[in-house]
């Protein structure tokens, strides 16, 4: 083989994949009703940032190598090594337009994973990139639930089995919640566990999937499909929307199962965006749509984008990469959506969004002067960088900056640098702190502590919910001998079994 000269149409620089991963569950063969967790990491690898050679029969291939690692607190969870190669071309042409996508599927475990993905070049192994993730992996309970949502590049009936076979066809996922203005018609794909668990007097059960403009509205424009549901231990849900109707903007895709009272007892909920500057307008759901975009004036849609000038607000003196910078300081005072949205444009940047989502933030804080709340805000994170930088980390993204913005300065801090059989700990406490939800909580607790080799403290356990909470936090918060054991030890008197 030999290297492939590429002209500069097919210009090569640093790989660059989107990558993206969903979890679902399937049935454990040795336990009759019980849950396996199983997830499922796809990429797309932009083709123009591979090396290609031609072989003696004129083929144009690139081949990589993906290394997958998942790991928990305990050590390995699942690793895997393999190499792909591209689907051979014979014309520069034809490589331009040839998509390379993979996925992988692999059980794993509840609790904490962290996931890297490594893609080499083969051609040139300096050219690499790399991806890390960390999510939570939930035990099922006995109620019904859904997996995430995935939307789909495309679906189609199929006899052949490859990896995208699934739900009896082929299934090829996309790597991005972002449907350009060539995408008229939205595909899905969710899974529905444990309805066979209910009584019979909550039936009949409907299952609804439709897209609407915030995460706890009805339906937008009238595009929702529904379903009736039986008793089933695993329930396959796949269809698909017609957005050609949509003007561009951001929305949610939700799936909601509800029981004979119409009480919603299963929700998912998806955040995608869609660039269509030119919607066509269908009778039936254009009255919706108009009524819905007027009632909605903190809606984050292109459509108020368009009345409203950008470059007049204060957002717009700040470049792009200090706009992702205010997305990050925002996420300690967001909600589990605003997380969602903002990791979203984070990892699929639209500037015009990012932009537009920072502004109506504060214009909600604000709504005459909305750059004095962001000024407020950003006083408060220049006090916490003061506190907390270091190594090169912004004191915000650190996990006690995090925890100071969300819940404010604490009662009391007690810092333990020198305990016999311990790691440098902290302990902070406040008397009263108010959730995300407006809830009130008395006398919380977090502690941090600094691993071995770690150069700031990290989050250990809480004793507020929706916190980290860690039952076996004295595991790696005592590594000596007697550790916790004397009775002197304050983390004992303090959080004990908190």
């Avoid at 190598?65 to 699942?78: E, M």
């Avoid at 506190?387 to 090169?392: D, E, F, P, V």
Wanted: with cysteine.
């Amino acid at each position: 083989m030999c290297f492939l000269l590429l002209s500069t149409s097919l210009k090569v620089m640093a790989i660059d994949a989107l990558v993206a991963r969903n979890i679902f569950y399937v049935t454990d063969s040795s336990h009759t009703g019980k849950l396996i967790p199983n997830i499922e990491i796809y990429w797309q690898i932009n083709q123009r940032t591979l090396h290609y050679v031609t072989t003696p029969e004129k083929a144009i291939l690139a081949h990589v190598k993906a290394h997958i690692l998942l790991t928990n607190d305990s050590g390995f969870v699942r690793e895997d090594q393999f190499v792909l190669q591209t689907i051979p071309k014979t014309t520069l042409k034809e490589l331009a337009k040839n998509k390379i996508i993979d996925l992988h599927r692999y059980n794993i475990v509840y609790g904490l994973v962290r996931m890297k993905l490594v893609l080499t070049d083969i051609a040139d192994s300096t050219n690499k990139f790399t991806y890390t993730d960390s999510f939570m992996v939930s035990i099922p309970g006995k109620d019904p639930f859904y997996s995430g949502i995935q939307l789909l590049d495309t679906a189609f009936e199929s006899a052949e089995k490859t990896p995208y076979y699934k739900n009896g066809k082929e299934q090829v996922p996309s790597c991005t919640n972002f449907l350009d203005e060539s995408r008229h018609i939205l595909h899905y794909y969710t899974e529905l566990y444990e309805t066979d668990n209910l009584p019979n007097s909550v039936y009949p059960l409907i299952q609804k999937v439709f897209i609407s403009k915030k995460p706890d509205v009805e339906a937008f424009g009238g595009l929702l499909k529904r379903d009736t549901v039986t008793a089933q231990n695993i329930i396959r849900v796949s269809g698909n929307l017609g957005v050609e109707s949509l003007p561009s903007g951001n929305y949610y895709l939700r799936a909601t199962l509800e029981n004979r009272i119409h009480k919603v007892i299963a929700e998912q909920i998806l955040f995608f965006q869609l660039l269509n500057p030119h919607p066509v307008i269908i009778k039936d759901t254009a009255k919706a749509i108009k009524s819905t975009v007027a009632e909605d004036l903190s809606d984050t849609g292109i459509e108020h984008i368009n009345v409203l000038n950008m470059n007049k607000t204060f957002v717009a003196k700040y470049s792009l990469a200090e706009v992702r910078g205010i997305l990050r300081m925002l996420l300690p005072v967001s909600d589990e959506m605003g997380i969602r949205t903002i990791n979203g444009f984070l990892k699929t940047p639209d500037e015009l969004y990012m932009r537009y989502y920072i502004y109506n933030y504060f214009i909600a804080l604000n709504k005459d002067d909305p750059e004095r709340a962001w000024k407020e805000y950003s006083n408060k994170v220049i006090g916490v960088n003061k506190l907390y930088t270091g190594h090169g980390t912004p004191g915000y993204a650190t996990d006690r900056g995090f925890m100071y913005l969300r819940y404010g300065p604490p009662t009391d801090i007690i810092t333990v640098e020198n305990e016999s059989g311990a790691l440098p700990y902290e302990i902070w406490q406040y008397n009263t702190l108010t959730q995300r939800n407006h809830r009130d909580v008395s006398d919380a607790f977090f502690l941090f502590y600094r691993p071995q080799g770690a150069l700031d403290y990290k989050l250990l356990h809480s004793t507020v919910e929706g916190e980290l909470q860690n039952e076996a936090w004295r595991t790696y918060l005592y590594v000596g001998s007697g550790g916790g054991t004397s009775g002197n030890s304050r983390a004992e008197q303090y959080i004990g079994n908190r």
